[in-house]
């Protein structure tokens, strides 16, 4: 995906919500946006969104002086931990166990501070297990997951790791030996090893990281252990639009890549056909149309 014209006020965003969440002065709010106007001013727009907003962030938290997202990562990384139980349930109790996680999943995708500064967790979660999805290839994921012992399954946010917890549990229970990648350091509130391990993550599967602190998974910035895994791996979930941005034009035939998200902007959804807010689960041998 390459940068749409649509993406250039969502970037000055970016920099107001992080001065927000950082709670800067005036002088430091306005650093911020001259710095985001500085960037764009040489963008290189071949490129995914993903590549640009991570050159931000590292000028942001090098402008703040530290990681703006610390705190609400912590936070939401808590207030998910107390639905854990929850969706435990939701799971337990429904009649497709795996569709039902896989939804869940989904609408854990919502929890994004990159893009929202409020959300409703719940009513995304009934919205999102009543509703259509755009893209639905929950079949082929399922027929995959049956035919591959092991997965290898890419985290996106904070908060939303405890529904990809009672996903990768699911998982662990029908057998499947289950690899869960987190980022090599902070990029706006991604997931790294320590809310792996704040959230009971690593306590239940192996996690290793991607050596990178990129948006999305942009494959050269990553390490080469990472990227060895990566290339031999043959079944993924990848999760979060960023990941999309980044992985949906993989070509590898004997890799099947399954991207669970929503789509969080104007750009991706016209691309996609579908509204803002939208749900997916799209694959990565059957949805290059789409993009």
Not at 17 to 24: D, E, P, T, Y
């Amino acid at each position: 995906m390459k940068i749409d014209y649509y993406c250039f006020p969502c970037f000055f965003k970016q920099s107001i919500i992080a001065g927000n969440l950082a709670k800067v002065d005036d002088n430091i709010r306005l650093k911020l946006i001259k710095e985001t106007a500085k960037l764009i001013n040489d963008i290189d727009i071949t490129k995914s969104p993903a590549h640009f907003t991570t050159f931000l962030h590292r000028r942001i938290r090098e402008i703040i002086g530290r990681d703006p997202f610390e705190d609400i990562k912590r936070e939401y990384n808590a207030i998910s931990l107390n639905l854990y139980e929850e969706l435990k349930s939701i799971i337990n109790n429904s009649k497709n166990s795996l569709n039902t996680a896989y939804r869940l999943a989904i609408s854990g995708n919502i929890i994004d501070f990159g893009i929202f500064t409020h959300i409703d967790i719940h009513e995304t979660i009934q919205n999102t297990l009543s509703g259509s999805l755009t893209i639905d290839r929950s079949q082929e994921l399922t027929e995959a997951l049956m035919s591959n012992q092991k997965v290898m399954y890419l985290l996106d946010n904070t908060g939303e790791i405890v529904f990809d917890r009672v996903f990768i549990e699911l998982l662990i229970e029908i057998g499947k030996e289950v690899t869960v990648v987190v980022k090599g350091s902070n990029i706006i509130n991604d997931a790294t090893m320590s809310d792996a391990i704040d959230t009971g993550i690593t306590n239940i599967c192996r996690v290793i990281d991607n050596g990178s602190d990129c948006v999305g998974t942009i494959l050269e910035w990553t390490s080469p252990d990472f990227q060895k895994e990566f290339n031999e791996a043959k079944l993924i979930i990848s999760k979060g639009q960023g990941n999309f941005e980044t992985l949906h034009d993989h070509n590898d035939k004997k890799k099947d890549i399954f991207f669970l998200f929503k789509s969080k902007c104007k750009p991706l959804s016209k691309i996609l056909k579908a509204t803002k807010g939208g749900s997916f689960i799209a694959h990565s041998k059957k949805d290059y149309i789409y993009l």
